[in-house]
């Protein structure tokens, strides 16, 4: 099934939160997609930080289709070809770069691009683009930023990412506009790697009872 970007955004507001994961092995994305959907967080974010990028995105088309897939940190075209053949459902970028989203657009592929000021929203706009990635989301003046953004441009959806943790994401998440947030405490590399995956779990189910 191919998503429109108005499905994403409401499956994502549902959700609350996206898993942003970054992988040195491709195969560790089939138990930590299972540990995530059955504990209530059908959703990733696979980031091209790594080479195994890719493959972990036809792992998870392949094995859970239930699962939301968001490629990450896409920063060229050849990565959003790799990823639209892959699987992926949208594309989601740290920074707002133009001839990205337009290549999206012609491809129909719903994209999600980064943004932290208001010159990088206007000309999202000028694109028709309505739900933006806010990055790096602390680092940049976090949820007091995102409200005095939200004043000029308030029909603007944002995904906060970068900085957020248990501590802080209700304070996103208590701001109408902001549809999910981005966050990687629950799911870290180093966790991956150990394949800890029962602590995964619990992790994963303490951030969605919180989220709800």
Not at 40 to 52: D, H
Not at 132 to 160: C, D, H, R, T, W
Request: hydrophobic share 45%.
């Amino acid at each position: 099934m191919r998503y429109t970007t108005e499905q994403i955004v409401e499956k994502l507001r549902e959700l609350k939160v996206v898993p942003v994961i970054a992988l040195d092995n491709a195969e560790d994305i089939l138990p930590l997609a299972k540990t995530l959907s059955n504990n209530g967080l059908p959703v990733v974010e696979i980031t091209f930080r790594s080479a195994a990028a890719e493959e972990a995105i036809k792992l998870v088309k392949a094995n859970y289709p239930e699962v939301l897939i968001a490629a990450g940190t896409v920063l060229t075209k050849e990565q959003v070809l790799t990823a639209k053949n892959a699987g992926a459902d949208c594309i989601v970028t740290p920074g707002f770069n133009p001839n990205i989203v337009q290549y999206c657009q012609d491809l129909n592929l719903p994209i999600i691009p980064g943004v932290n000021n208001p010159m990088a929203i206007e000309a999202a706009l000028e694109l028709g683009i309505q739900a933006v990635k806010f990055f790096p989301a602390e680092a940049s003046g976090g949820a007091k930023m995102i409200k005095a953004l939200l004043g000029p441009y308030s029909n603007l959806q944002m995904m906060p990412t970068g900085g957020i943790s248990l501590a802080n994401i209700k304070d996103y998440l208590t701001i109408s506009n902001v549809l999910a947030c981005g966050g990687s405490w629950f799911v870290e590399q180093s966790l991956i790697k150990e394949q800890k995956w029962e602590k995964i779990s619990e992790l994963v189910r303490e951030v969605v009872e919180i989220v709800n």
